[in-house]
């Protein structure tokens, strides 16, 4: 039996909503938080207070990276000479790859590009490093739909809120559509930006 045999997983989901953060160690907390803000465009949240060690809390399109300051240079891994796309990383899904090229070229920043192709539909990849080494890609990977292996016992579900907007929406162009959807991705992550830092600081 190989090692993606069919499990009957209806019973063993778990109440998770999504994920929440990535944590890093890092050489210098603060000149990982200004790459991840000028580069990435996340934004210094306030930590506990009662962390007793040094760290930033950065967040936006939903998600949250928590930097950690290493006690020994030695914890943190050394900058990989090559960029690997199989390397370990954190993927964030964009709606313009060419801009994130032109920013990286702009910034001197060395990086990789991929092409992925699936019964004629292509998806995008673009790989970096941060200042640590850890990994970054940049993609269009939600042009590939989420298919599971199994459709009997499938434990992908769509939010209610998504699926109730698809009914409602009427039929657009590709390109309005596109456009239209990244405009409320934006929309909903901004929302979640603001309620989290409101929530933070009470």
């Not at 190989?2 to 210098?28: M, T």
Request: proline share 5%; with cysteine; aromatic share 8%.
């Amino acid at each position: 039996m190989g090692i993606f045999q069919e499990h009957d997983l209806s019973n063993s989901a778990l109440p998770l909503l999504s994920l929440n953060h990535v944590s890093y160690l890092c050489k210098s907390v603060e000149e990982s938080a200004k790459f991840y803000q000028e580069v990435l465009g996340f934004v210094l949240i306030r930590r506990p207070s009662s962390f007793q060690f040094e760290g930033a809390w950065l967040f936006n399109y939903g998600i949250g990276i928590h930097l950690l300051q290493c006690n020994s240079t030695n914890d943190v891994q050394q900058m990989p000479v090559k960029i690997n796309p199989k390397d370990n990383h954190i993927s964030f899904q964009c709606t313009d790859i060419e801009l994130v090229k032109k920013r990286l070229r702009e910034m001197g920043m060395k990086h990789e590009t991929a092409l992925v192709e699936e019964g004629g539909v292509f998806v995008d990849q673009l790989f970096f490093h941060d200042p640590d080494g850890y990994m970054i890609e940049i993609c269009n990977c939600e042009n590939i739909p989420v298919l599971p292996l199994s459709t009997s016992a499938c434990p992908i579900r769509k939010p209610q809120s998504y699926v109730d907007s698809k009914k409602s929406k009427p039929q657009r162009s590709m390109a309005s559509s596109k456009a239209l959807d990244a405009a409320a991705m934006e929309t909903r992550m901004m929302e979640s930006l603001f309620a989290s830092m409101i929530d933070i600081s009470m």
